[in-house]
């Protein structure tokens, strides 16, 4: 070791630290460079893999020895040694490889190895299962449930020898709960993931060796409907099946090296317990007296239990888990409880949250508390669970009478800020509710604040937003009987998720919902996972381009290619189902459930034109893709498609005087669009300057009526899913940076300080979704307007990704301040490390400290009249170590800088 300056920290595989269970091939490794001093690169690298630390630690990698590579690649990098793909029946694996890495720095003194990380081989194939699906028989059904008392499963195993080293793998066709000795395995909720059962489902892995004891064991699982047979989305009841089943399969390691299974099988046995039912959307009845102590572990009677249903193998592909599971994050006590007529109590969490709540009670055995939930108050203070549609979202809890008893309901979850309780014996306290904030684990990578509380405000209600709406799949809202996983919503939001959240893995398992739900035309569905029963829609624009869109986000978040290759074909049949149909270039065939500008404020922008700027906006991402993943030949086909639609949209919507008129020509949405011809809105100006589609001379002349669109509503936004994107960027690029930060900070109807106003902590669905009453209706907690943060991260604080190094590799440092907002501050721990964008204008100066990872330059944009103005550290920047200066642009002092924390000022106002 040569003192190198840089250090290799934070090791992941698959984007996530110590994975246990992967079934990837070639998995792709990550770490994090450190250095505290400026301007450090790596300049090459060296992984180590080995089947056991010992080896490892005599630095002997007998999987993969990368040897000294040359280069400044610290993610993707992908595993390259023996291969991993051995199956159950001819190796023992599950096999753990240890990895650790070192790196050299710019001037090529090595680092000292990392720590070492891991990741765990799980299955490969289906033939490596040995277990079967297993149920209740008849599963009794309980009044005014369709879906019966959740099924107990149960079996007793002895372990004679010393265990080295054990795992658990299961999964079920609906939710499962596992149990060992009496103890919970894992701390997952909500598992498996909501995938189209019929495509494939998701297993998880957890390590079991600690729980198991010499002797009799007892392993059992609940199991309940979730998506697979409860209410799923929109559909009603048993969209995929109708009753839930387990897969269990135990692997024993024993000291001598001789291995066991115990699996699900028809020697397990079952019974009924204490869930009578629970549903996602409609809530949980939970019966205390019910309870079966000791029923999970060993010695217990179970003679009166039944035999198990067992179902035989289907083929549907069983894959690892991928993203992150549910988790608990938070846990939030109420605010206030307020008594009302009628004897319940309702309880205020002040935050609108998607969960479930601890109940704390103590009372007679047979007392029923009863627990609804709610988003909106009515002004008498009671709740109103109207907007929630066909989901009930109602848990009961019977009590058995001994003590205090502590309930929470294992297979539902409930979109909500308050609570109702009714029955509750005796007087509750503040204490008696506990609202558990769940959600899909997606670490928090993103921060942003500023001198405007209001903005912080919507800041703050979008990553609630993002937390509730994060449920296995990106969710539209988490309240009502849909909470489906729109494309819509999903492609609008999927760049300003990846700010707050490391959504890389979890937008990745997306994308196989997205592609497995494709139409056999090819069109990508408007959701993911598909919902069998009823209505499929796919095609609708906005919504089904999410295939090529996400994709690409992710490309440019994470420097991600294999999501583009893996997908490519896929999105290459979305790309040849529009066009079959339309070969004028212009979209109107085959736009399906085209709901075009959803949610705008009476603002009906042609569908086909919408259409066709959306396909452009997709030809030209297409085109795009082709270049990184090499597909040269695919590059001019997919230029060429733009340039023809470019022409057409200009020929059939764009006027001489530069307005964009359409007729709403093609299939429509529906009754209520088609008698509204389109007009020139604001989202068909912001689309054809968003997307670039008008030539340089008609630009000025867009962005004039755009404006006046903006001026006749009062200065007020009138766009709805596919235009709010576009309309802070867009005023922005236009030169109307104030008008943005003017829409971005008032308050009045219809603007995102509105929803504040109103008393919003999440984003509301729609920009009425509060009248002036304060009357609520809708969801309040939908995502797709929190959009507006994307701006907030990018352009406010100024943290740009360069598509040409993308992942942050080179960041573009540009902040805009305006607006009288006089500081801002953003971080984002990106897959290079902790960017930070730090500004306050003070006394007429600009000051901003910026940090670089390690192993990443950044272009820096200054707001300087003259360069001479700025300095770093009190010195003059272009004397600063690791700054460059590169030449002065549009009122910019533009630099190129190394890794490390710089602070620049410019001295004489901005
Ligand atoms: C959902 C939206 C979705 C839309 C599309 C709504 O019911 O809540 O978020 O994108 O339908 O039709």
């Not at 300049?43 to 990368?66: F, I, P």
């Not at 894959?319 to 605010?335: F, G, I, M, S």
């Not at 290619?561 to 065939?589: A, F, G, S, V, W």
């Amino acid at each position: 070791m040569d003192n190198a300056t840089i250090i290799p920290l934070f090791l992941r595989c698959e984007y996530k630290a110590n994975p246990l269970g992967i079934d990837v091939k070639k998995p792709r490794l990550s770490w994090v460079l450190e250095s505290e001093e400026r301007d450090q690169t790596q300049s090459a690298y060296q992984v180590l893999v080995a089947t056991s630390e010992e080896l490892l630690n005599e630095d002997k990698g007998d999987l993969w020895d990368s040897g000294k590579v040359e280069s400044d690649q610290a993610n993707q990098v992908v595993y390259n040694g023996k291969g991993l793909s051995r199956t159950y029946q001819n190796d023992d694996t599950f096999r753990r490889c240890y990895w650790k890495v070192r790196a050299w720095d710019k001037q090529g003194r090595a680092s000292g190895w990392s720590d070492t990380a891991w990741w765990e081989m799980a299955f490969f194939s289906l033939p490596d299962w040995k277990a079967k699906w297993i149920g209740l028989q008849t599963p009794p059904l309980v009044e005014d449930q369709d879906l019966g008392a959740c099924p107990y499963l149960r079996k007793a195993f002895q372990v004679e020898k010393p265990i080295a080293r054990a795992r658990v793998y299961a999964t079920a066709l609906g939710l499962y709960r596992l149990f060992l000795n009496g103890e919970r395995v894992g701390e997952d909720y909500l598992t498996p993931s909501w995938t189209d059962y019929h495509k494939r489902v998701q297993y998880q892995a957890y390590d079991i060796t600690e729980m198991l004891r010499s002797g009799e064991n007892a392993i059992g699982v609940v199991l309940a409907g979730g998506w697979f047979s409860g209410r799923c989305g929109f559909s009603g009841y048993k969209v995929y099946g109708d009753r839930p089943h387990a897969l269990v399969h135990v692997h024993l390691s024993f000291e001598d090296g001789s291995t066991e299974m115990v699996t699900s099988d028809d020697s397990w046995k079952a019974s009924t317990g204490p869930i009578l039912a629970s549903d996602i959307q409609m809530g949980e009845t939970y019966d205390a007296r019910r309870e079966m102590p000791g029923w999970a572990k060993p010695g217990f009677d179970d003679s009166a239990w039944q035999p198990v249903d067992t179902q035989q193998w289907s083929a549907t592909p069983l894959v690892a888990q991928q993203a992150p599971t549910v988790r608990k994050t938070q846990e939030l006590h109420p605010v206030t409880v307020k008594e009302i007529p009628d004897g319940s109590w309702v309880f205020d969490l002040g935050q609108n949250i998607a969960g479930w709540v601890r109940l704390k009670v103590k009372g007679d055995a047979g007392t029923t508390v009863r627990i609804r939930h709610a988003e909106i108050l009515n002004p008498d203070g009671t709740i109103d669970p109207k907007n929630y549609g066909y989901a009930k979202s109602i848990d009961y809890y019977t009590l058995k009478g001994d003590g205090e008893e502590v309930y929470e309901p294992s297979f539902t979850y409930h979109g909500f800020r308050y609570v109702e309780l009714t029955g509750y014996p005796g007087k509750p306290s503040l204490d008696s509710v506990t609202g558990i904030v769940v959600h899909t684990d997606t670490p928090l990578t993103g921060t942003f604040e500023c001198s405007n509380p209001m903005v912080n405000k919507i800041y703050q209600n979008t990553v609630w937003g993002q937390r509730a709406n994060s449920m296995t799949v990106p969710t539209d809202c988490p309240q009502r009987s849909e909470r489906a996983g729109w494309t819509g919503d999903a492609q609008i939001f999927v760049r300003t998720a990846s700010f707050n959240m490391d959504v890389a893995s979890f937008f990745s398992k997306y994308m196989v919902d997205v592609v497995d739900a494709q139409s056999e035309e090819g069109a990508f569905p408007d959701f993911a996972p598909r919902i069998p029963a009823g209505w499929a829609g796919d095609g609708a624009p906005g919504w089904a381009e999410v295939g090529i869109i996400v994709p690409w986000n992710l490309y440019l978040c994470y420097g991600d290619t294999r999501i583009l290759e893996k997908h490519y074909h896929p999105m290459e049949r979305m790309m040849d189902y529009i066009y079959e149909e339309n070969h004028n270039y212009l979209r109107q065939n085959r736009t399906n459930n085209n709901v075009a500008d959803w949610l705008n404020v009476n603002s009906y922008t042609a569908w086909d034109m919408l259409a066709t700027a959306y396909w452009a906006y997709a030809a030209d991402l297409m085109a795009k893709i082709a270049r990184v993943i090499g597909r040269d030949d695919d590059v001019g086909k997919y230029e060429t498609l733009l340039r023809n639609i470019k022409v057409a949209f200009n020929e059939a919507y764009v006027t001489p005087e530069g307005r964009i008129l359409g007729e709403n020509r093609g299939r429509g949405p529906g009754e209520v669009y088609e008698q509204i011809p389109g007009t020139d809105t604001q989202t068909a100006y912001l689309l054809a300057l968003g997307f670039d589609l008008l030539p340089e001379d008609k630009k000025p002349l867009a962005v004039k009526h755009l404006l006046e669109r903006i001026e006749e509503r009062g200065w007020h936004l009138s766009t709805g899913f596919l235009g709010t994107p576009l309309l802070l960027p867009v005023l922005t690029e236009m030169g109307h940076l104030d008008l943005a930060y003017q829409l971005l900070q008032t308050d009045t109807f219809p603007s995102w300080g509105y929803f504040v106003k109103t008393g919003a902590t999440t984003m509301y669905e729609a920009w009425d979704s509060c009248d002036d009453n304060g009357h609520k209706k809708g969801s309040l907690n939908h995502y797709a307007f929190g959009v507006v943060c994307e701006w907030l991260q990018r352009s406010v604080a100024g943290i740009e990704i360069d598509p040409d190094r993308p992942g942050y590799k080179h960041i573009i440092f540009h902040p805009r301040p305006g607006g009288g907002i006089t500081s801002a501050k953003a971080t984002y721990n990106s897959i290079h490390g902790m960017i930070v964008s730090d500004w306050k204008i003070e006394d007429g100066s600009f000051r901003w400290t910026i940090r670089v990872p390690a192993n990443t330059t950044a272009t820096v944009r200054i707001p300087a009249k003259d360069s001479k103005l700025v300095s770093e550290s009190d010195r003059p920047a272009d004397h600063a170590e690791g700054v460059r200066f590169v030449g002065m642009e549009d009122d910019r002092a533009v630099y190129t800088v190394g890794s490390g924390t710089y602070e620049f000022a410019v001295n004489e106002g901005t």
